[in-house]
């Protein structure tokens, strides 16, 4: 599986980005899905995920919860990362992610591909 993440940019804080993850090779739909980001100088933290099966349920770390939101279009072979309410510390690059099980994780290790990732910079 290829995933090319995009859509990142500069944005002022309050604004609101839409990052895109295509996926080429095989089909999404056996794998659950997931972000991370990376800011400089720190590790790589969960953002969110989505499973498989069970409707489509997401995941999401308590600093951007109710803010950014999750989905998936199996036809596209697409992930979305729907950014709202941009903070500064919101900066990062963003990576999106794929695993070989229906469920999701939290950590970095359980994930099996990786896309490129895309710059995201919110201006205070």
């Known amino acids: 599986v290829q995933l090319q993440a995009s859509g990142g940019g500069l944005v002022q804080a309050g604004g609101s980005l839409r990052l895109s993850c295509a996926a080429s090779?095989?089909?999404?739909?056996?794998?659950?899905m997931g972000w991370f980001r990376q800011a400089p100088g720190k590790e790589r933290e969960f953002v969110a995920a989505i499973r498989v099966r069970g409707g489509g349920v997401t995941y999401y770390a308590d600093s951007v919860k109710g803010r950014f939101t999750i989905s998936r279009d199996n036809a596209k072979n697409t992930l979305y990362l729907q950014m709202n309410s941009l903070k500064p510390e919101d900066t990062a690059v963003y990576y999106c992610?794929?695993?070989?099980?229906?469920?999701?994780?939290?950590?970095?290790?359980?994930?099996?591909?990786w896309g490129q990732g895309t710059q995201v910079t919110v201006s205070s």
């Open positions: 090779g095989r089909s999404l739909s056996s794998y659950a």
């Open positions: 992610t794929a695993r070989t099980s229906y469920g999701v994780s939290y950590y970095v290790r359980d994930y099996d591909y």
